[in-house]
């Protein structure tokens, strides 16, 4: 019955995590031109960074669904070392661009909490 709990917890607080990412990428997206006019290097660079988020979404949707479909253990790896990498983009934005990308890595590190509970569970 635990296993189950913290099965639909995963899935719950990857998906909000799937939301979360896309809703950024597309902020990031549509203000990528904003102060700094659409031909500037800055907005090319915003550009850039917003496609690498959309491609994070997308991969943390397949490591997902892998997770689900599969629960052998290459797809509870596959998830973990998603979510690591998550952590650490998030940080990593967090101290460079904006305190909001605190909120990912706390996200990210509770899914990491819970894909231990999981493992660990009997």
Do not use: K
């Given at each position: 019955m635990r296993r189950r709990w913290l099965?639909?917890?995963?899935?719950?607080?990857?998906?909000?995590?799937?939301?979360?990412?896309?809703?950024?990428?597309?902020?990031?997206?549509?203000?990528?031109?904003?102060?700094?006019?659409?031909g500037s290097i800055q907005a090319a660079a915003n550009g850039r960074f917003a496609l690498a988020i959309y491609a994070a979404t997308g991969i943390n949707v397949i490591a997902l669904i892998a997770f689900v479909l599969g629960r052998r253990g290459w797809a509870w790896w596959?998830?973990?070392?998603?979510?690591?990498?998550?952590?650490?983009?998030?940080?990593?934005?967090?101290v460079v661009r904006s305190t909001t990308w605190w909120l990912f890595a706390a996200?990210?590190?509770l899914m990491l909490a819970l894909l231990l509970l999981l493992r660990r569970a009997p």
């Open positions: 099965l639909a917890g995963i899935v719950a607080v990857g998906l909000l995590e799937s939301v979360g990412w896309f809703l950024a990428a597309s902020l990031l997206w549509a203000f990528r031109d904003i102060f700094v006019g659409a596959s998830l973990s070392t998603v979510q690591v990498g998550d952590l650490a983009l998030s940080v990593v934005e967090a996200v990210a590190l």
